[in-house]
């Protein structure tokens, strides 16, 4: 059992204390605790009570609470608490603007146990008739509940990603001899997946039994000799499909899609006289087999080069592979810097030298702290004098911990496009990423507006997650992206990619466009802590998707060459 499936079960316990009402105490122990394990590099269900009681923030009943979920798979407090309430309360949590002391109110006053429940509450208007509430919430809950359908089952590309390579490790432990594989939008790096799409070849039958053995296998939703579906804890389906040696390259590009991309593939194989499917290309006149058993093979049959999996969305890459002019996509290990990121000084968990520490032992040599500004009161934002002591501690940490450091800040650009620190404050500091915290429901105009005077400000250096959007939460804030992109690269101002799991903010086709105008990017973390450095791996997917080489992402660059090319060190 993989640290996120244990932490996720954690964390639903927090989740139903919270809903109980139950000790605050208790509820913060179970949120902590789901947010080590999440984020802690040991395997925690390789560790005995004892090892886990070292790890700073758990105790003694949390420890044995781990050991139980690693276990059995599951915690009998967890089915206890699961046993009291209707489990699609659950439902009804991470909505936005619903925290769970809502939904126990709304289980408790309006008998409210399912997203359909809700539903109806609000439009009868029996939420306003909670204290607290009103007509106006009653409308955010109903849009909330818009959202979640439009997305209905997808999940984020990490939260995939994660489950998926724990199911595979599974079923080869059960095949070692066998090529087993997650493919589908996964390996294409989409940032969200509808389900886990895995391709076994060169296993027997009896990898199907094994399938539905797995222990986080809630329900079994078919069973085939070549293909089975299982519904997975945490919401997952995941298809299983045996296929021979034979026909695994021709599964593998099936299966990786996407559908556009297969569709422009087919066509052009009828066009040359041949038929691509699962199973493998032939010749359409004689049935012969032309290849199928890698992926290589059919590309190179069809006159084409092989297509990187997150090209393959029919947005050009067939043209380009024709013409052997496909990128060199930019790779994790490219980057160099990271510019983006926060201490205790503002919301972060780790000091400025841990970060410099955790960084220098990711295989970075140059970072930027950047905690919040004074705007961002929930988050301890800095003011102007706090801003400037907080710089002159990282310049006296700079090269004590193998990197480089610059000393920044994460500035909100206010409501009404000016900066939330002073001018002379921002010159005083080596970089400047400018974000938008606050005022979300402008208008378009408003808010293109906004930003471009941001922009126009010579002291900011990077546009920060340019959009706001949360992926399956919060769609981005109207913007005129193309303006942005445009006065960005007028103006020298480099654009983020934040890798956050949940923003990947700008998009892969909003980088592309931004690249192709001329911006410069740079791939961030915005990390909170040690182990949040991580995230840049799906900044960088998100590049790949963007077709970026390592060229056009600037903290691929040197220490001193990337500084040079800061908006504020031009010339
Ligand atoms: P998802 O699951 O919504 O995140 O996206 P995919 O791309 O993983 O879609 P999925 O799981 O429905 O199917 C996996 C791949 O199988 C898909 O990318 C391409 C291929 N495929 C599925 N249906 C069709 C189809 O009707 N025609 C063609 N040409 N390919 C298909
Ligand atoms: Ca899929
Ligand atoms: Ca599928
Ligand atoms: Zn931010």
Known sequence: MDNLAIARILGEIADLLEIKNDNPFK??????????VANDPHDMASLDLKGLQEIPGIGKDLAARIREIADTGDAAFHQELLAEFPPSILDLLGLQGVGPKTVARLYRELGVKTLEELEEAAKEGRVRSMKGMGPKKETLILKAIDERRLHGGRHLLPDTHDAAVAYVAYLKAHAPDAQIEAVGSLRRGQESCGDIDILA????AALMDRFIEYKLV????????TKSSVRIWGGFQVDLRIVSPESRGAAMQYFTGSKAHNIVLRDRAIGLGLKLNEYGLFRVDDESRVGGASEQEIYEALGLAWVPPELREDRGEMNAAERRTLPTLIEHRDLRGDLHMH?????????????????????????AITDHSRNLAMANGLDEARALAHAARVRAEDGRHGVRMLAGIECDILADGSMDLADDCLAQLDIVVASVHSAFNQDRQQMTERILRAIENPNVDVLGHPTGRLILKRAPYALDIEAIIEAAARHHVAIEINSQVDRLDLNDVQARLARDRGVRLVISSDAHSQAALAVTRW???????????????INTRPFDDFRALLRRNLR
Do not use: C, F, K, P
């Not at 809630?218 to 000799?225: N, P």
């Not at 503002?346 to 040599?365: F, K, N, P, T």
């Not at 900044?539 to 992402?553: K, P």
């Open 218 to 225: 809630e329900r079994v939703l078919g069973q085939g000799d």
């Open 343 to 367: 201490t205790t000084e503002s919301d972060g968990r780790h000091s400025i030298a841990e970060m410099a520490q955790a960084a220098h032992a990711a295989g970075l040599e140059y970072i």
């Open 539 to 553: 900044g960088v997917m998100q590049a790949r998707r963007a077709w970026l080489t390592a060229g056009d992402v």
């Open 201 to 204: 070849s060169g296993a027997d």
């Open 27 to 36: 509820i913060r122990a179970y949120r902590n605790g789901a947010d080590i």
